[in-house]
Each structure stands twice: as C-alpha cells, then as structure tokens.
C-alpha cells in the first residue's frame, strides 16, 4: 500500500484518519482511510480541517502538502457512512467541510496538493482548492454528483467555472466527464503531471524549493491573488499598495536587496 509521506517527516501530531508531519518548514496533511479509498466520513472530516488549522497556525511551517495514502486521493463522501437527509447533508458542508476547505485557501501559505489515482466529488473540491496541483499521470478528476441526483458541492461550483469558464465547467459536472491528467494539464486544472512512482518526490521537493522563498512575500501574494476576485480593479491596486508596504517594511526584502546586489542566495526568515 502506497504511504504518502516524506522519508525524514516526523510526526508531530495524530489523528483517527489523517497523518500530519512537520519537516523542512513543510506540514504534510495525509488522507489516511486507504480501506476506504479516503472517502470522507465525520472523523475525516473534522480530522482534515483540525490538522490543515494546525498546519496554518505552527509559525514552523512554510509549505503544506495535501496527500493521501493509497491508491487514490479521494472517492469523495463516504455514502456507506449512511446517506444524509437534507438537514445533515447541510451541516457536513457549512459545519465540517467548509473548516477544512477555507483552512486551506485562507491560510497565509502555499498549500500544494498531491493527486494519484482519483479526486472524485468533494475529494475534487479539495485537491483544487489548493494553490498548487501535482497530478501522476494516471490519475483523473471526477464530479459523479447529477448520476445521483445531486449538485457538484464543496465550493467545486465557485472554482471550475473560474478556472476553465462555466460551458465547460458545467459540462463537466452534468456528463460526469472523466477528466485525465493530460486533460487536466491542458484545460489549466492543475499545474504538473509526474510519473505515477514520482508523485510524493516531485510534490515535496516543489515544496521545497518554496520553503525557501520569502514567506511573506508569498503569504501576502496568495490574500492577494485570493482576494481580488472580489474586488474591482481600482480596490486590487489599493490592496496591493497596502501589502506591498508589509513586504518593503520587512526584513526578508531587505535580504532579497542585499543578497541581489551581493550575488548570493537569500536567506529568508519570514520577519
């Protein structure tokens, strides 16, 4: 069985169904019901949102990497869990989905998911709520939610027509089209697709190489980026004149300067 962590990861702390590891200034947030094929249940749920807060809180941590061990990432919710009523299936999204998916695009770090074998339903909501995807090349994205009578959920309904443009997007979810990775590349889903056996290695070394760039300098790129979706033109240039004065008061662009001017690697300290 395939275990998605990193060689010299420590764990730091332990969940019913999540593996959670700090090192390097990398957390790596693992989806650990493979016997399930990471379907998520309650425990699943409230456990994934606890560790990605925990991730976003530890000052320790640049990097987050979303995972799972497996053959895949995730087959979506947990219907052998029991099927909810209209009342239940509204407080597993607002009371336990939601946590998880707003630590992650909320959270002042790059969080980069890892994909293998499939991201289906709202196991697809979370593999693209990422700032960054790494796909194995034979993985696929899957939204089965209309052959059960169902929208797709997870905030997939506010993500897909931004990335690819609603005609697609709604295609996609009403024909349950079965999306490759090659597809996925093509159509901007995600941002690289690695040999199936170099998944986990190619993820955390990506990781690694942003772990040590400038943390605020990439905090306040992703609230801005993030933002200014829902702003207009003119308040995106206020908000970035106001970040900018974070990153030009701080220490780490003085190192960047200097570090440019001496012709050597920066050493960033997040202050």
């Not at 339903?121 to 209309?146: E, K, N, R, T, W």
């Amino acid at each position: 069985m395939h275990r998605a962590r990193s060689p010299e990861a420590v764990p730091v702390s332990s969940y019913q169904t999540v593996d959670y590891a700090v090192a390097d200034g990398i957390a790596t947030v693992t989806l650990n019901r493979p016997e399930a094929m990471n379907a998520f249940n309650e425990a699943l749920r409230n456990d994934l949102a606890a560790a990605l807060q925990a991730a976003a809180d530890d000052t320790d941590v640049r990097v987050v990497v979303l995972a799972a061990n497996g053959r895949v990432f995730s087959a979506g919710a947990d219907l052998k869990a029991g099927f909810p009523d209209g009342a239940a299936v509204r407080h597993q999204l607002r009371e336990e989905y939601k946590p998880g998916l707003l630590a992650i695009v909320e959270m002042d770090k790059p969080v980069i998911s890892a994909v293998q074998g499939s991201a289906s339903g709202i196991g697809l909501s979370f593999a693209l709520a990422a700032d960054l995807v790494v796909m194995a090349q034979s993985a696929f994205l899957l939204l089965p939610f209309s052959n059960i009578g169902l929208i797709p959920d997870g905030g997939a309904n506010w993500m897909l027509p931004r990335d690819i443009g609603y005609r697609r997007a709604f295609q996609i979810a009403v024909e349950n089209e079965r999306l490759p990775a090659a597809r996925c590349l093509e159509l901007g889903l995600v941002n690289r697709v690695v040999a199936d056996e170099r998944l986990l290695e190619e993820t955390h070394a990506w990781a690694k190489s942003l772990a040590a760039r400038a943390p605020i300098a990439l905090a306040l790129t992703k609230r801005a980026m993030r933002r200014a979706a829902q702003m207009s033109f003119a308040q995106a240039i206020d908000h970035e004149a106001e970040l900018q004065a974070q990153c030009i008061d701080s220490e780490d662009c003085r190192e960047g300067v200097m570090a440019f001017l001496e012709k050597r690697k920066a050493k960033f300290t997040g202050r």
